[in-house]
Nanobody, 125 residues
Framework: QVQLVESGGGLVQAGGSLRLSCAASGRTFSRYAMGWFRQAPGKEREFVAAIGWSGGSTYSADSVKGRFTISRDNAKNTVYLQMNSLKPEDTAVYYC??????????????????WGQGTQVTVSS
């Protein structure tokens, strides 16, 4: 069992930056691939970025490439999402998710096993 707690959301002006953190419980954090997803009101949850268990492989949605960076610190059981050049369309609840080891993709919410409660990010124009 893994428990995930996100933090770092808030209100920021367009062009600003935020760094989200996701702290995980348990001693097996380093075995999990991790992902960030977001969900805006009235929309489906969408993939933002993912990172492999070692941090050597990262993936991001086209909409955030060049602006968002995912990273992890296995010694601290934490995954981060650095968000720069924020736009109003980035406004959403951001969720982190953990995926147990196995031959699965990282781009779909259904592929993840554990979820945090979410943190609100609001970007004003």
């Amino acid at each position: 069992q893994v428990q995930l707690v996100e933090s770092g959301g808030g209100l920021v002006q367009a062009g600003g930056s935020l760094r989200l953190s996701c702290a995980a419980s348990g001693r097996t954090f380093s075995r999990y691939a991790m992902g960030w997803f977001r969900q805006a009101p009235g929309k489906e949850r969408e993939f933002v970025a993912a990172i492999g268990w070692s941090g050597g492989s990262t993936y991001s949605a086209d909409s955030v490439k060049g602006r968002f960076t995912i990273s992890r610190d296995n010694a601290k059981n934490t995954v981060y999402l650095q968000m720069n050049s924020l736009k109003p369309e980035d406004t959403a609840v951001y969720y982190c998710a953990a995926q147990m080891p196995g031959p699965r993709g990282l781009g779909r919410a259904a592929e993840y096993d554990y979820w945090g409660q979410g943190t609100q990010v609001t970007v004003s124009s």
